[in-house]
């Protein structure tokens, strides 16, 4: 990789699959059998916070059964070796960049293992279930007492996290790498137009063709767990 000193890296659900989580739009995705509406919108959380709870408890139990894989492992290496500057910019709110290793890291839609307290405004790492065994019954947050605990998730209509730390990252990059992710949903899906227009080459290593793939410079198909690690070595 001669002439690149800066690089930024986003990252989706594709990274995760082969770990053993399921993408979202995928016919057997999360979201054929959840509708975003009910589960994933502020709206949604103001309507019925016990099933937005259940959702998210769910996908929280699913991490203690799934490890990172070759391609989390080959990321958290390079972000461990490379002089310049280099930012993981993740959607995926499983934690197997940080497990594997990776260190700088951004979740810009948040994370399963932290809870936000919506009295005192905390954060707090969380591993068990959020939601209640019984209506109001609900866990107190572990800093102020309080019942009102949300997961810490950027729903649709939410701002994602970290927007200025990922734009001034995008602004100095000259090589943005795109993986596994289908390019859906913005601002995410945006990054790709803002490197470029920054002067970044731009490659994509997915398992299919993504909406946006006519607007990378490089595209290599397959599976993350082959492709990340060629590409790192
Ligand atoms: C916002 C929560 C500002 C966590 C998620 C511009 C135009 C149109 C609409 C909008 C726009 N800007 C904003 C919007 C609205 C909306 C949006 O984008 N809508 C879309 C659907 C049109 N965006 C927002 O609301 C965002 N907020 O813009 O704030 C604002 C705020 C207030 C008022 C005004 C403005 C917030 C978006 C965050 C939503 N939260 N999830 C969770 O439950 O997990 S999004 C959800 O989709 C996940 O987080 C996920 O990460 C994300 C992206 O999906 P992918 O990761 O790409 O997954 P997907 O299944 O789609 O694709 C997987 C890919 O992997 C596939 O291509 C597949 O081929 C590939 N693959 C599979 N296996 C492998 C593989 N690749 C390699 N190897 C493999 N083995």
């Not at 995705?29 to 998210?56: K, M, N, Q």
């Not at 994370?111 to 405004?121: H, I, K």
């Amino acid at each position: 990789m001669h002439d690149i000193q800066n690089i930024v890296i986003l990252t989706g659900a594709g990274i995760s699959a082969e770990s053993g989580l399921e993408t979202f739009r995928a016919a057997d995705g999360l979201w054929a059998s959840h509708r975003i509406e009910d589960v994933c919108t502020p709206e949604a959380l103001a309507r019925d916070r016990a099933l937005v709870h259940r959702f998210y408890d769910a996908r929280r139990a699913q991490l203690d059964a799934v490890s990172p894989n070759a391609a989390h492992h080959a990321l958290a290496r390079l972000d461990a070796d490379w002089p310049g500057d280099l930012l993981i910019v993740t959607q995926n709110v499983d934690d197997l960049h940080e497990r594997a290793g990776g260190a700088r890291l951004v979740h810009m839609h948040g994370a399963l293992r932290s809870a936000w307290c919506l009295a005192c405004d905390g954060r707090s790492e969380w591993h068990g279930p959020m939601g209640a065994a019984q209506a109001g019954d609900w866990p107190p947050c572990p800093a102020c007492g309080a019942r009102a605990l949300r997961p810490d998730i950027v729903f649709f209509g939410e701002m994602p996290y970290q927007m200025e730390r990922i734009e001034a990252a995008l602004a100095r990059a000259d090589l943005f790498v795109s993986i596994g992710t289908s390019g859906a949903v913005y601002p995410a899906a945006g990054f790709v137009r803002v490197a470029a227009a920054h002067g970044a080459r731009t490659l994509e290593l997915n398992l299919e063709p993504s909406a946006g793939s006519g607007l990378f410079d490089d595209s290599r198909f397959g599976p993350a767990t082959e492709l990340v690690p060629t590409w790192v070595a």
